[in-house]
């Protein structure tokens, strides 16, 4: 019988970069390894049940995540998504900025099959790097049968798209699904899943916006910004944004989505004046309880930055 495919996309990110020390890591050069040299030195990916196949997307340190990359990342995942001898996509990512892009494709997209995003917090030339188990857990993860939708592995936890995190900025175990817990836990290659596989229909996903999307080399995209209430917090930063024609606001509040009297005064302004404003929480758990008659909408419990991406998909059209 043939073997199924599994695709593995590179972007770049800590799980390819390189430090002079094996000792350091901290100080080293994100996005320096090739993807088919990542897989090449994982010895038990010889004896793989599917046929890996990689590709190099992108090289970045994900810190520098642009709509470019988004764009080709988007078009060549959903080509693989439309093979029916694809089983599923694992793409290494960097940490920094994987929840968004994991939001991004599952707004986006949508898939019926398994895409995994995977990452690591120490370099690929550290004395104990956490990248190559990462990499078996997220293809584990992949070519296990009815696994759907965009998911992050990383030490051997699974989260959805819509609940992942970066919580930490230097352990093994750096994200968090918050109060909706993992998915499940990848263990010596089996799954423990904990919950069903994540609710695939967003509601984000359109023909429309995908077209426009998938066509587009990232130079045309809205401007949608973030904004957070904290103390002191006034009216400049919105006033000043709005004067350069930014089209889109997600502002993190504080607590319930609670807003400086001035950072609200000056959003209502932005909003009647055409611009697109969403309140989110700087809160790591729980969502945003609105009451109806809330002048400024709700998140619907994204994050900001996850927030930012369906404003991003809302303005693309
Ligand atoms: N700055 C790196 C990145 O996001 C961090 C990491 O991958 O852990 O690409």
Request: include cysteine.
């Amino acid at each position: 019988m043939k073997k199924k495919k599994i695709v593995i996309l590179g972007t770049g990110g800590t799980i390819a970069g390189t430090a002079a020390s094996a000792f350091d890591h901290t100080g080293y050069t994100a996005a320096q390894v090739g993807i088919e040299q990542l897989v090449a030195v994982i010895p038990a990916f010889a004896g793989s049940a599917c046929e890996l196949l990689t590709e190099q997307v992108a090289q970045v340190d994900s810190k520098d995540m642009s709509f470019a990359v988004w764009a080709r990342l988007a078009v060549r995942v959903n080509h693989f998504l439309a093979q029916a001898d694809v089983q599923g996509l694992v793409i290494t990512h960097g940490t920094d900025t994987l929840e968004e892009t994991a939001w991004f494709l599952q707004a986006l997209l949508d898939p019926g099959k398994p895409v995994v995003l995977t990452c690591a917090m120490r370099p690929a030339t550290a004395l104990a790097p956490d990248g190559p188990q990462n990499m078996l857990d997220a293809v584990a993860l992949a070519s296990h049968p009815g696994a759907r939708g965009v998911l992050a592995v990383c030490a051997g936890v699974i989260h959805s798209a819509r609940d992942v995190q970066k919580v930490h900025t230097y352990r093994l175990d750096a994200f968090s699904s918050g109060d909706a817990g993992p998915v499940g836990y990848v263990e010596e290659g089996r799954l423990r899943l904990l919950r069903n596989w994540p609710e695939t229909h967003t509601g984000q996903a359109s023909t429309a916006m995908k077209n426009i999307a998938l066509q587009d080399d990232g130079h045309n995209w809205p401007r949608v910004e973030i904004v957070m209430n904290y103390a002191g917090a006034g009216a400049a930063v919105v006033q000043a944004l709005v004067a350069s024609g930014v089209q889109g606001l997600v502002v993190a509040g504080t607590g319930n989505g609670t807003l400086h009297h001035a950072l609200e005064a000056a959003l209502l302004q932005a909003q009647a004046a055409g611009v697109r404003v969403v309140r989110a929480t700087r809160c790591l758990e729980g969502r945003v309880l609105p009451k109806a008659g809330n002048a400024i909408p709700d998140s619907q419990g994204l994050s900001p930055v996850k927030a930012r991406v369906n404003l991003l998909l809302e303005l693309i059209t």
